[in-house]
């Protein structure tokens, strides 16, 4: 057997489905660009059956991440994830096969329960639509996955049966996924390994586990797959996803790389890209990280207790396993000052892995020259924060004119906000509020006029220092939100929306990451609406 294992990351489809995780189309495909650049072997671009923006979105990232234009780049295989019915497959296909390596990954439940309450089928019925579903696939495609969901809590017997029927279908992968996050390590490991020993045909395919973390087990779990024979792992940055989130990739990834001894596996990470990586997806999610995190949180590497600092200085490897710059940390270091030029940014955004056009470049270049006024020293994670910024910009409706605020403890918080609405026009609102983040949300909820929860709101610097940029993530719901039937998991949910927004003055980065989650909303909003015009314009 190899010891090879497959890094299969779906941040863009598990990880998107987290709650206001909603990501736009430019942000998925810097996401995207970030996982190549990773060195993950296959990318979940989504699910292009649940809306045409979701199918464009995987078509876009299968059309530029999936066709490197550098020879030597590695390429990774894109995947679009499709229910077991032939919509689905077309869809999922109409957006992977512009991929030089396609792959559709398609899906059915094994559990009793979800036969029951959620496929209302008999068990040979399943058996039957994966045969014949599995088969359709493969018209399309030599690279078909297939996952009986909820195996966790799957009869295994039942499982050799739909897994064979698979396999003679035309499957390539089979992934094994613990969608509930019910079980435990030993468990897992026992079944992944029931199933190669005694699945016929077991030794065709690369088999895979997906396991979700209800239970804090996603991880062991994965690495109890791993150790039983499973080759593919599937896996999100930071761990975000559905409920308490998928395994993390940066998790699994640093097990596998700093127990060499221990799994004797290889992985075609370059960890020096994970902190970015993680930066990337929290920045442009909206979902902070942890502090006390593996890997990725803050304090991951922070030594605050001096008998450990004392140990740190005479060796650092008395409290650390492994070293900040194998996973990216402090790789930030003074990299451009107030005298650089164009030039010079672009060659650092270059290597970076930032491909910004001229446009996107004057931009940053004027955003670069405003900050170097104000900080004296510039690292690659200020870049990346103004980029993010940037591009959390870009599907813009409302845009940030101008604002002024009057806070302290003499008077009334009171905030004046100017917006350019989406047809060009200037409006100016003042408002008074509890504090000067309060006053400036009101002002611009009395311009925009979409009544709106705040539900979560949380602010941190980007690097030390007293000049440090702010950056600020929100995540918001429309008042009169409807819950809406998911398509994938056919459950009714109401969406939540993410923000972004950074910048040396925190009340602005606030108003800035605000705008961006409620431009968001408004978007899709506008989306629904249009859909629901054309289909009364279709019964007319
Ligand atoms: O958790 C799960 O079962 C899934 C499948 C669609 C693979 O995400
Ligand atoms: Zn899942």
Request: aromatic share 6%.
């Amino acid at each position: 057997m190899s010891d090879y294992v497959r890094i299969f990351d779906t941040t863009l489809r598990d990880g998107e489905q987290s709650p206001g995780a909603s990501l736009t189309s430019a942000e998925k495909l810097e996401i995207a660009r970030q996982l190549a650049k990773l060195g993950v072997d296959i990318i979940e671009a989504g699910f292009p059956a649940a809306s045409p923006d979701d199918l464009e979105g995987v078509k876009q990232i299968a059309q530029e991440v999936g066709n490197p234009v550098d020879s030597n780049a590695r390429v990774p295989i894109i995947a679009g994830l499709a229910r077991a019915n032939k919509n689905d497959i077309d869809k999922a296909w109409e957006a992977v096969k512009h991929a030089r390596q396609p792959r559709i990954h398609t899906f059915l439940a094994t559990s009793d329960i979800h036969l029951k309450y959620k496929l209302k089928m008999s068990r040979e019925e399943v058996v039957e639509r994966v045969r014949e579903m599995v088969s359709y696939a493969k018209t399309f495609c030599d690279d078909v996955e297939f996952s009986p969901e909820d195996a966790g809590r799957s009869d295994p017997e039942y499982l050799l049966e739909v897994l064979e029927v698979a396999i003679r279908a035309g499957a390539t992968t089979l992934n094994i996924p613990d969608t509930v996050g019910y079980t435990t390590p030993q468990e897992f490991g026992a079944l992944i390994k029931g199933l190669i020993e005694n699945t016929p045909g077991a030794e065709q395919v690369v088999w895979s586990v997906h396991c979700h973390d209800d239970l804090g087990l996603a991880t062991a779990n994965t690495l109890a797959g791993v150790t039983n024979g499973a080759r593919q792992v599937e896996v999100t940055m930071n761990g975000i996803g559905e409920r308490a989130g998928n395994t993390s990739l940066e998790e699994v990834v640093m097990a596998i790389h700093t127990r060499p001894a221990l799994f004797g596996l290889q992985h075609g990470i370059d960890t020096t890209q994970i902190a970015r990586a993680s930066r990337m997806v929290s920045n442009f999610t909206g979902i902070p990280v942890q502090p006390n995190k593996a890997i990725v949180g803050a304090n991951a590497f922070a030594h605050e207790a001096g008998i450990h600092q004392d140990g740190m200085l005479k060796n650092n490897m008395t409290y650390e396993i492994m070293k900040p710059e194998t996973v990216g940390v402090n790789a930030s270091r003074l990299v451009l000052g107030k005298h650089s030029g164009r030039h010079a940014l672009k060659a650092r955004f270059d290597e970076l892995g930032y491909n910004l056009s001229d446009d996107e470049l004057d931009q940053a270049f004027a955003r670069f020259k405003e900050l170097a006024d104000k900080k004296k020293v510039i690292t690659d994670a200020d870049l990346e924060a103004l980029v993010s910024d940037e591009i959390a910009s870009y599907n813009e409706l409302y845009s940030l004119d101008g604002m002024q605020v009057v806070c302290g403890t003499m008077g009334m918080p009171t905030a004046t906000v100017r917006l350019r609405d989406p047809e060009g026009k200037s409006h100016t609102v003042a408002a008074i509020g509890t504090g000067p983040v309060d006053a400036v949300y009101k002002a611009i909820d009395a311009i925009v006029n979409c009544p709106i929860t705040l539900l979560e709101f949380n602010i941190h610097a980007v690097t030390e220092g007293i000049d440090a940029l702010g950056q600020v993530t929100v995540r918001i719901q429309a008042k009169d939100a409807q819950t809406r039937m998911d398509a994938l998991r056919e459950i009714a949910r109401t969406r939540t929306f993410g923000g972004y927004g950074a910048d040396t003055d925190i009340i602005v980065a606030s108003a800035k990451a605000y705008l961006a989650a409620l431009n968001k909303l408004l978007i899709v909003m506008q989306a629904r609406e249009n859909a629901m015009s054309s289909e009364v314009a279709l019964m007319a």
